[in-house]
């Protein structure tokens, strides 16, 4: 087996899965989430010798993910709205409408990603890590590379952050 796709066997395969959910969830478009999924493991590729150094390698390639999805929001931060919008006409104009409620409830995780993409990196990150994800502490730790007590600072800061960020604009 070449080196190549032994680290992809030790490093890659065990997250994959995890890695499309990861971009999947932060990134609605399925063309989208495949071209950040493509520009994440050009990041792994590029690091692959810091990623063998980590203690936990696959958390910094979920890592990589998440920041190779908050640039592609970041960088589409002004078409969301508009993304959402289309979506919606699609559906109507295919004959596939959606109901009331399943709009509303794509509108409003739309609206709470855009809101996440606002908090600090770290914040962002912790609380996509816990609340999506449901990963614990000491996982958001490795990820964030810092100690477990930071990691619930980051994600109690963050979702206070959240939560006031989103009755400010009486979405909630």
């Known amino acids: 087996m070449e080196k190549a796709e032994q ?26 989430a495949a ?51 289309t979506d919606l006409e699609n559906s109507i104009h295919s004959g596939n409408r959606q109901p009331d409620k399943e709009a509303d409830a794509r509108e409003q995780e739309q609206l709470v990603i855009q809101t996440i993409m606002t908090l600090p990196r ?22 964030l590379d810092c100690d477990e007590q930071t990691a619930r600072s980051h994600v109690s800061k963050g979702k206070a952050a959240l939560r006031t960020l989103l009755m400010n604009r009486n979405e909630l």
């Open 35 to 85: 071209d950040t999924l493509q520009q994440a493991l050009l990041q792994v590729w590029n690091n692959l010798e810091k990623i063998v150094r980590q203690p936990n390698p696959q958390a910094y390639i979920l890592r990589l993910c998440i920041n190779a999805a908050y640039d592609f929001c970041r960088k589409n931060s002004i078409h969301a709205g508009k993304r959402v919008e």
């Open 7 to 32: 680290l992809y066997t030790e490093l890659i395969a065990p997250v994959e899965a995890r890695m499309i959910r990861t971009i999947g969830r932060i990134i609605s478009g399925p063309e989208d």
């Open 122 to 143: 770290q914040q962002a990150q912790a609380v996509i890590l816990r609340i999506v994800h449901e990963e614990p502490f000491a996982v958001i730790a490795g990820v």
